[in-house]
């Protein structure tokens, strides 16, 4: 089953997922990103400056991107 990893950046940072998840395909992967994407929305965000932009990049095991997904 192949891995995908997680990565969030900001403006002025960015989070590497060095453990990834194991999913069957990219279209489960997309929705992964979309589920992390509505709970960021609901906790993380809502302590952040409203004025900051979450990316969630989707990679998979060679390093290519998946999808981007802003928040």
Same mark, same amino acid.
């Given at each position: ?6 990565? /969030? +950046? ?6 590497? !997922? ?12 997309? @929705? ?7 709970? /960021? +929305? ?6 952040? !400056? ?12 060679? @390093? ?8």
């Amino acid at each position: 089953m192949p891995r995908y990893y997680f990565h /969030l +950046r900001t403006e002025d940072s960015f989070v590497w !997922d060095e453990e990834g998840v194991d999913l069957p395909d990219p279209l489960t992967a997309r @929705g992964a990103a979309d589920k992390t994407a509505a709970e /960021l +929305r609901g906790g993380l965000l809502h302590q952040v !400056d409203h004025d900051c932009c979450w990316t969630i990049i989707i990679t998979g095991e060679g @390093g290519e991107i998946v999808q981007v997904k802003t928040l």
